[in-house]
Each structure stands twice: as C-alpha cells, then as structure tokens.
C-alpha cells in the first residue's frame, strides 16, 4: 500500500508527472531526452537563395551555354589561319555572341549589323529557362501572380545587361570596336523579355488573364499567330527550294575558302545561322514587297537588280529575273494562307456553337477573321525589321526588307484571305439540328 504525504499531491494512474497521459496504469516512463541536431523549419518551406544570386547564376549560365558554340565555330575558322591566336578566337566569338543580340560591330570593313536570328533563338530560349529558375527560386511558382515574374525578369535583365558590357569591352580591339553602352542596353532589352516569357508560364499568369479577354478577341489573335508563322513556314520553305536549287554555287563558293575543313565546317555552320534571316526574307519576296542585297538594288516577284555580291553561300539562292510561267502560283501562297486560318477559325466557332446548340452570328465570325490580319502584320513585320541590317560599308550598308511594306502587305493579304475563308466555311457548312 502506497502512502501519500501530504507535499505529494495524489495523480491518477496513467499520467506522467508533466500531466500527460500515458496510456496504461503503472509507472510512468519517462521519453528519451533527443540528441541535439540542427534546428528544423516547421514551416514547410525550404530554404530559397537570395534573388540576386539567383538571377545572377541564372543569367551567366545562359550567358555561358549561348556563347560556348559561338566560340567553336568561330575559333574553328580563325584557328586555321597561322595568325589566329585562342585569345583572339575567343574575342571574335565574344564579338559574333553580341552580334546576336542586335549589337553592330564596328569592324575595318565598315559596320556589321546583320543579326544571326538562330543564334538569336539560342539565347532567347537559354534566357527563358533563366527566367524560369529565377522565379522557382523567389518561391513563385504556379502563384498565378504578374509580380513575382516582373521581378524575376528585371534581376536577370540587369544581370545579363552587366553581362554585355562586359563582354563588349573585352571584344574591343584595334580592328574590331563595340559600344558598351550598347552592349548593355541591348542585352538588358533581350534578357528581361525573355526572362518574363519564362517567369510567367512558371508562375501560371498567363492562364489567368487570358479569362478576362474577350473570347472573340483572344480567337483573332490565335488566329493572326497561325497566319504569321503559316506564312514565316512557306517562307522556309522557298528560301530552302532555292538554296537548294543553287547548291552547287554554294558548294563552289564554301570551297573557295582556304581555310582546311574545320574552317569551312565553321563557314557552313555562320551560314546555317542566317537561314532564318533567309526564311524572312523568302516571306517578303512572296509577298511582293522583296528585300535588298544593297544599296540601289531590288529582289522582287517582278524585279531582280543586283549587282556584284559576296561571296555567301547563303546568296546562291537568289532568283535569276522575275517570276514567269508556273512560278507565278506562288503569288497565290499567302491569299491562300489567310484562307486557311479563317477556314480553321470558322471551323472552331462552329464547332463551338453547336456545343453551346446557339447559331454562329456573321457579325461575331468576320469581325473575328478580321482582327487576324494586323496581328499577323504586326508578328511578320517585327520578324522582317530584326532580319534586315548591313555587311559592311558602301553598297552593302542596307541588306533585307523594308519592314513596313512587309507588314503593310501581310496585314491586307491576311485579313482578305481570312474573311474569305470564314465566311465560305460559314456559308457551306450545314448547322447542326437542334433538339430539344
């Protein structure tokens, strides 16, 4: 029998002298004291880096995968000349990287503004996937928020612009000059539009605004992106119909180069990143306005003045004289794309109102068609005034299309072709039987 005094007050069986219970009667045991360890967070939430390192690692990484084949192909050309150094290599890649992003070299031959577009893509993409990481680490993502990738993309922008001035002042030479004021706002401009691309799709933004455009707005849009790149893809696929109708000019021209195979290969692989540049031109010749190849001169559908040209592989594929004969159809390509994306935005409005059992209004399809032809004027312009620029002084200071006579064109040509194409899908499309 147990005695209890009275400085012990009595407690019932099963509970522990801290007033937890224990679960059985008996005696109490006591827990285990724990080792000591670090602190843990009970917050859920891990432990992110600060956004300036963040954007800064982010942004060099981009940096770095963007120029490292710039440098290859580049040094492969210049390293096969027995006066080429690395550090000189390495220069003239850091030069043909800032060629990428819009920034003109200064060079003996005169200014070299002609920007490679696939290189373009290269490092808009590498900048993306930077916005991307950038935002994972402010702990934004799929917060449906525009903030947070406003952010994201102004640290990676400041981040990369550093970047370019950088790289500009260890381009300059005495044969070769850059601005690094240039440098750096150019890269500020291509690093924080990019970035933002990135940081939105991770955040989910996009998502939620697009729920407070109007529908037939958002169809016109979607509508003007498909003519755009329907008619950038026949562009491609002209400009590689004639390249390859010229190879053998181009085979001679590349041979021309006594620069060994590596030199050569790299030659191939410049060319290779004008092609886009190509594929815009291509477009503009199919449309009627053309482009240039020089001061004073005009390769249209029905005008081809050209003088005496570089030795470019890429140029071999210049047409001859003015379209006659078969060749003529292809004036007909871009009506019939703008008919193909009112065909394709009738087809999903109809659709669309036999799920609601509602009647597709005439107002409501043209006035959508219609809107398809500015957006893909504006897109095909902005593509033309980034593939235009110089190579060198004189005749050549003006190569590429005039860009507001591209858009002009593209924006009429679609929007014909886009009513066209609605309102006879609308017309022969049988509407569906409503039940009740």
């Not at 060994?260 to 060319?271: D, F």
């Not at 003015?322 to 193909?340: F, K, N, Q, R, T």
Request: aromatic letters at 4%; a positive charge.
């Amino acid at each position: 029998m147990t005695s209890i005094t009275p400085d012990q007050p009595r407690r019932p069986a099963g509970v522990d002298p801290d007033d937890r219970p224990t679960g059985r009667a008996g005696p109490v045991s006591r827990p285990r004291p724990r080792r000591p360890g670090p602190p843990h967070r009970t917050d859920g939430r891990r432990r992110r880096a600060p956004l300036a390192v963040a954007a800064v690692v982010a942004a060099g990484w981009a940096a770095l995968t963007s120029y490292l084949p710039v440098a290859v192909v580049l040094g492969s050309i210049q390293l096969s000349e027995d006066a080429a150094s690395v550090t000189g290599a390495l220069r003239t890649g850091l030069a043909g990287w800032l060629l990428g992003h819009g920034v003109p070299l200064d060079s003996d031959a005169g200014p070299l503004g002609l920007t490679p577009l696939a290189l373009t893509a290269l490092v808009v993409w590498r900048l993306t996937r930077a916005g991307v990481h950038t935002t994972r680490a402010l702990g934004a993502r799929g917060s449906g928020e525009v903030r947070p990738a406003l952010v994201a993309a102004g640290a990676v922008g400041l981040g990369y612009a550093l970047l370019g001035v950088l790289a500009a002042v260890g381009a300059d030479t005495d044969g070769m000059r850059l601005s690094p004021l240039r440098a750096g706002v150019n890269l500020a401009l291509v690093g924080m539009a990019a970035a933002l691309v990135g940081a939105l799709r991770t955040t989910g933004a996009p998502a939620v605004l697009l729920r407070r455009v109007p529908t037939a707005l958002h169809d016109g849009v979607r509508t003007g992106l498909v003519a755009g790149l329907l008619l950038a893809g026949a562009g491609a696929g002209a400009a590689g119909l004639a390249v390859a109708t010229g190879g053998g000019d181009a085979a001679d021209m590349i041979g021309a180069y006594r620069t060994g195979v590596a030199g050569q290969a790299g030659i191939t692989v410049v060319s290779l990143a004008y092609t886009p540049n190509a594929a815009i031109w291509a477009t503009s010749y199919l449309l009627g306005p053309g482009f240039a190849v020089g001061t004073d001169t005009a390769v249209r559908t029905s005008e081809v003045s050209v003088g005496a040209l570089p030795a470019v592989p890429l140029l071999a594929g210049l047409p001859r004289g003015p379209v006659d004969g078969v060749g003529a159809l292809l004036l007909a390509v871009p009506l019939l794309i703008g008919m193909a994306a009112g065909w394709l935005l009738a087809r999903r409005l109809l659709r669309s109102a036999a799920d609601d059992r509602t009647p597709l209004a005439w107002g409501s399809l043209l006035g959508t068609a219609a809107l398809a032809g500015p957006v893909a004027g504006l897109l095909v312009g902005a593509a033309a005034a980034l593939s235009g620029g110089s190579l060198g002084g004189g005749r050549l200071a003006e190569v590429g299309p005039v860009a507001w006579q591209v858009a002009a064109v593209a924006t009429a040509v679609v929007t014909v072709g886009a009513l066209l194409g609605a309102a006879a899908t609308r017309a022969f499309t049988r509407p569906p039987t409503l039940r009740p």
